[in-house]
């Protein structure tokens, strides 16, 4: 059974996320924490992908439910180059905890949508930790 109480590497703590690394468990989890920049979106991922190089992270969940409306360009950033590029550096499967607004639905539908391609699982969930423990029984 996982632990995941265990410490938690913060890579990113800004006022929009919080990027942290849970090395026993590979999981990587971006806590997005308010309204960000298209540099401040993708930086936080890049956070993640080049920590990626370092040490393994098979397992993402990302906790949308303070984000405010990520624009187009960003959404296909996450769609064509980040998720692609996470795939191939060993990502297994990502959960996404959302809260149910009707403006990030289209946003989770993108995502699905795109890891759909690479038959990677991702669910989403109302809890986060609903959400650990679907990625225990998962990967």
């Known amino acids: 059974m996982l632990?995941?109480?265990t410490k938690k590497m913060i890579l990113l703590d800004e006022k929009y996320?919080?990027?942290t690394?849970?090395?026993e468990n590979k999981l990587g989890m971006i806590e997005?924490?308010?309204k960000c920049s298209s540099e401040e979106y993708q930086g936080a991922f890049m956070k993640l992908l080049n920590f990626q190089k370092l040490k393994p992270i098979s397992r993402y969940i990302s906790d949308i439910r303070n984000q405010s409306i990520i624009s187009p360009t960003d959404r296909k950033w996450f769609e064509h180059e980040a998720l692609?590029?996470?795939v191939k550096q060993g990502l297994k499967a990502g959960a996404?905890?959302?809260d149910g607004n009707a403006f990030k639905k289209y946003y989770i539908n993108v995502i699905l949508a795109a890891t759909n391609k690479f038959g990677m699982p991702m669910k989403v969930f109302n809890e986060l930790d609903e959400a650990k423990a679907w990625l225990e029984k998962i990967v």
């Open 96 to 98: 996404v905890v959302f």
């Open 84 to 86: 692609p590029l996470a």
């Open 3 to 5: 632990n995941f109480n």
């Open 21 to 23: 690394y849970d090395e």
């Open 32 to 34: 997005w924490k308010g």
């Open 17 to 19: 996320a919080q990027v």
